[in-house]
């Protein structure tokens, strides 16, 4: 099988080849740190030999767990979780599908939803009138079972649940994804009888495509969860600790992504010409924001969808503030052949492409913009996939995080915790009274009074 391949040639004229590999050696120890587990954060490593450890009876239990799901005809599986909890496998199954599967008849294979992720009335509202006179399924995913949003949602929809078929057949349609022992959702999964699948102690949310977090709702998608998993296997294969930095292209991005921080690229785009793309660079911005962003420091990740963002955004990569960088995952053969008609009239001018496949258009946008954009003094990364399948999106993401460790410790963070997120929480609950908040109510009803 071939490989993703990582393309460097568009940094040369702002950082030197000598500044890029004297980071080597570094990498080389902080890549045996994460597989020794001796690296900060070292409680949440569970994910840098996962992809080899996942048995074929734990890959077989997710698809006979979506067989059982389709035998029962369901339309919809919605799966209930935030941040981790849900993007993996919303990137994974937005990039694997039909653009148009939403609207399309319904089949063999269940549409997978979304809910749990935001506090919006309206998509909670309008979620459970399409749900209530459909037939589905639901997921709940969260260690602790009391996450805010995804605890609200599966609290509505449970009952939901629970009212359309009554407590037994509810039962059998719901599944939980938590904790092995500790939790609300793990009590309340024991006692109702829900199938259960573990999440790691191990593993952090942003690190869990790979797990049952993602992998349940992309078998329930019809997809090959199989094929995903061998291509991560073999990425975590070819950067192992052992493979030197020359041959490790995760250490050579987390080297590249340093060298061009510290001389002032402070903002990392994620680039896509495919909008199949467009949650995977969701998920890569909480990856590498949720690792990387704290103390201080950080390479702020941003992303665009082209060629349509070149009609918004492209103005300011062009000629705005020159702190940024771009990494560009460029698709080396699409699935369909569609090709540029000939036309009488020629209107539109476009009859010098006659005969040729969008995609080739679409290929000298690609290379045209980066050309602009180097020329304009922004770097350019490029990350070449033969085709977008399950095995390439595999390595991809193992790609993405590895790097991501790497890149964490080169920083001096710790990649795997994420204080931070506890600030808004606090505030929240303080502003609705949540037991045992109640000074931090008084002092904060205090604070926007004045």
């Not at 690229?265 to 467009?278: D, R, S, T, W």
């Not at 990494?327 to 699935?335: D, Q």
């Not at 005969?355 to 602009?372: F, H, I, P, Q, S």
Request: charged letters at 25%.
């Amino acid at each position: 099988m071939k490989s993703i391949a990582l393309q460097l040639e568009r940094i040369g004229g702002f950082v030197s080849k000598d500044a890029v590999t004297a980071y080597a050696p570094a990498l080389q120890q902080y890549n045996a740190a994460l597989h020794d587990k001796t690296g900060r954060g070292a409680d949440f490593l569970g994910w840098v030999n996962l992809p080899s450890s996942i048995t074929d009876a734990e890959l077989t239990d997710y698809e006979n767990t979506a067989k059982a799901l389709r035998r029962k005809d369901i339309e919809f599986f919605v799966v209930i979780g935030i941040g981790g909890s849900y993007l993996g496998a919303k990137a994974v199954i937005d990039a694997l599908s039909d653009s148009f599967a939403q609207l399309k008849p319904f089949y063999n294979t269940p549409r997978v939803l979304f809910a749990g992720q935001n506090l919006s009335e309206d998509y909670l509202a309008e979620l459970r009138d399409l749900l209530c006179d459909r037939e589905y399924a639901m997921a709940v995913i969260s260690k602790s079972g009391t996450t805010t949003e995804p605890a609200i949602a599966f609290r509505l929809l449970k009952r939901d649940l629970e009212e359309k078929y009554g407590k037994d057949e509810a039962q059998s349609r719901i599944i939980a994804i938590t904790d092995a022992k500790r939790g609300a959702l793990r009590k309340l999964a024991d006692t109702e009888g829900y199938k259960t699948y573990v999440i790691s102690d191990d593993i952090g949310g942003r690190y869990s495509v790979l797990t049952p977090v993602g992998l349940l709702a992309i078998a329930v998608a019809g997809l090959d969860i199989r094929a995903l998993v061998k291509g991560a296997v073999d990425m975590e294969q070819a950067s192992d600790k052992n493979v030197p930095y020359e041959k490790n292209l995760p250490m050579q991005y987390a080297a590249v992504r340093n060298v061009l921080y510290h001389s002032g690229k402070i903002i990392e785009i994620l680039v896509n010409y495919n909008p199949k793309l467009h949650y995977f660079a969701e998920w890569w911005k909480q990856l590498y924001g949720e690792s990387e962003g704290k103390e201080g420091k950080g390479i702020f990740p941003a992303s665009v969808d082209n060629t349509s963002d070149l009609h918004s955004m492209g103005q300011y990569i062009q000629e705005g503030e020159r702190r940024l960088f771009e990494t560009v995952i460029s698709i080396s053969a699409p699935a369909h052949n569609l090709r540029i008609p000939a036309d009488s009239d020629n209107l539109d001018g476009l009859n010098f492409l006659a005969g040729k496949r969008v995609n080739a258009v679409n290929r000298m946008a690609e290379l045209g913009t980066a050309l602009a954009h180097v020329d304009g003094g922004v770097p350019n990364l490029r990350i070449e996939i033969p085709e977008l399948n399950a095995y390439y999106l595999g390595q991809l993401i193992y790609f993405f995080e590895k790097a991501c460790g790497l890149s964490g410790y080169t920083l001096g963070v710790n990649p795997f915790d994420q204080p931070g997120v506890e600030a808004y929480k606090k505030n929240m609950f303080a502003l609705l009274d949540k037991p045992g908040y109640e000074e931090a109510s008084k002092a904060i009803k205090l604070l926007i009074n004045k």
